[in-house]
């Protein structure tokens, strides 16, 4: 069945850092692809999301290309600050969202 | 951007007693809900698909006679864990996919953390 596969956290980084997320999926057909934040004790907002192959969604410092040939997603942010720590989570649409397992970030100043 | 709100935000209950989560979808019409709960550090987990006017559909494990779902409306979808015991605490997500696009995100509630004691 449809599955994601996310890289294992916790992330521990400096601020300013390179940011890279490893985000892989296996499905049937083409799937939308999404990143969501879970900030602590909340649920979970909407970061980015890509519809179909070689899109790049982008938001608030955060980038994810549409990757088909090798049907990734990876999330990346060119320097990070304290207030993205949070879990991310690559999600894939077939319909309802499938997740991956989540990935701590933890940001230091 | 479309707003979906869920109610409460927290509760705690004794073992034994139910406990009714409500999702509502403010402002747009919602034929489909999920609902999902997440463990601590963990995934989010599918637990059922909320239709409006059908029944819902329980993923493989869930138990339908513990966590009924009523879909009562377009626009409100409610969980009610049944007698619950200590091992139903956990964090429970609602969400809504944006209506009449394929493949689209979905617009979540902000949760609610279920304590059973």
């Known amino acids: 069945g449809d599955s994601v596969t996310q890289m294992e956290g916790p992330v521990t980084l400096s601020e300013e850092a390179f940011l890279t997320i490893n985000c892989t999926y296996t499905?049937?057909?083409?799937?939308?692809l999404f990143w969501y934040v879970q900030y602590p004790g909340e649920g979970l907002q909407l970061l980015l999301k890509?519809?179909?192959?070689?899109d790049k969604g982008s938001n608030k410092g955060f980038e994810a290309t549409y990757r088909k040939e090798t049907t990734s997603f990876h999330l990346e942010k060119g320097s990070v600050q304290v207030s993205d720590s949070a879990v991310y989570f690559c999600a894939i649409s077939p319909g309802k969202l499938i997740f991956g397992q989540g990935t701590t970030l933890q940001v230091k100043p | 951007g479309a707003v979906v709100s869920q109610h409460p935000s927290w509760v705690i209950c004794k073992s034994g007693t139910s406990v009714k989560i409500e999702c509502r979808s403010l402002?747009?019409?919602?034929?489909?809900m999920f609902w999902y709960r997440q463990f601590p550090k963990q995934s989010l987990m599918l637990m059922a698909t909320s239709n409006e006017g059908s029944k819902a559909t329980y993923e493989q494990g869930v138990e339908k006679d513990k966590f009924l779902i009523n879909h009562a409306s377009l626009t409100l979808s409610t969980l009610t864990v049944t007698s619950a015991h200590p091992e139903d605490s956990s964090f429970y997500i609602c969400?809504?996919?944006?209506?009449?696009?394929?493949?689209?995100?979905?617009?979540f509630g902000q949760g609610t953390r279920l304590t059973v004691v």
């Open positions: 890509a519809t179909k192959a070689d």
């Open positions: 969400s809504a996919p944006a209506e009449g696009l394929a493949n689209t995100e979905a617009f």
């Open positions: 402002d747009f019409q919602a034929t489909t």
């Open positions: 499905a049937t057909g083409y799937p939308s």
